[in-house]
């Protein structure tokens, strides 16, 4: 099993920054990918970022293209979400995953992440 705990959600205004981090415990040795993942109001589940656990090589969704950076610090088994200009529509409930196989196993419990005008 892993257990992902975000941290670092909260109330920003528009064109400010903010900075998720998740931090992996328990079989953590079995982790190949993680991601971030957000649900605004009334909408599906929609992809942010995902990472190789090597860091090989990073994905984003192109509506946080060039605003937002993942990063990983393995030795705290943690990764981060760096987001700049934000925009009203990056609001969403933020939600860390890690897979260890070939989809995402494990979430968190979700960080709240609101844009202010």
């Known amino acids: 099993q892993v257990q992902l705990v975000e941290s670092g959600g909260g109330l920003v205004q528009a064109g400010g920054s903010l900075r998720l981090a998740c931090a992996a415990s328990?079989?953590?040795?079995?982790?190949?990918?993680m991601g971030w993942f957000r649900q605004a109001p009334g909408k599906e589940r929609e992809f942010v970022a995902a990472?190789?656990?090597?860091?090989?090589?990073?994905y984003y969704a192109d509506s946080v293209k060039g605003r937002f950076n993942l990063s990983i610090d393995s030795t705290k088994n943690t990764i981060y979400l760096q987001m700049s200009s934000l925009k009203l529509e990056d609001t969403a409930v933020y939600y860390c995953?890690?897979?260890?196989?070939?989809?995402?196993?494990?979430w968190g419990q979700g960080t709240q992440v609101t844009v202010s005008s």
């Open positions: 990472t190789r656990w090597s860091g090989e090589r990073t």
């Open positions: 995953a890690a897979g260890i196989g070939p989809e995402f196993d494990y």
């Open positions: 328990g079989r953590t040795f079995n982790i190949h990918a």
